[in-house]
């Protein structure tokens, strides 16, 4: 069964930075694209940032672009978010998502179906 466990959720100070990691498993990691989500308390789930199965394209969502970087590194089956200059606007719940279709080439928000539990990223004044 495949699963996702995201770890690296925080309390953080407006201006500050957090790395958030994801491991899958039970998921041919190498060949899925992966994801980053985040919902915030009564808003609806936001696409933070994908990657390829093969790590050459990136995609980002617009509130987050020049700010936020996604990474991968296949040996460990891992995907990483490091967000920099945080904001009060980056508060939520972030889930790492998965697109296990084999090598997709493109990036289909869409297609992600597997999902972690989420963990708690709060940016405080």
């Known amino acids: 069964q495949a699963q996702l466990a995201e770890s690296g959720g925080a309390v953080v100070q407006v201006g500050g930075s957090l790395r958030l990691s994801c491991v899958a498993s039970?998921?041919?990691?190498?060949?899925?694209?992966m994801a980053w989500f985040r919902q915030a308390p009564g808003k609806e789930r936001e696409f933070v940032a994908a990657?390829?199965?093969?790590?050459?394209?990136?995609e980002y969502g617009d509130s987050v672009a020049g700010r936020f970087t996604i990474t991968r590194f296949n040996p460990k089956n891992a995907v990483y978010l490091q967000m920099n200059n945080l904001t009060l606007e980056d508060t939520a719940v972030y889930y790492c998502?998965?697109?296990?279709?084999?090598?997709?080439?493109?990036?289909?928000?869409?297609?992600?179906?597997?999902w972690g539990q989420g963990t708690q990223v709060t940016v405080s004044s």
């Open positions: 998502a998965a697109d296990p279709d084999s090598f997709r080439p493109c990036i289909r928000r869409t297609a992600f179906n597997v």
């Open positions: 039970g998921l041919n990691f190498n060949s899925a694209g």
């Open positions: 990657l390829t199965w093969n790590g050459v394209t990136a």
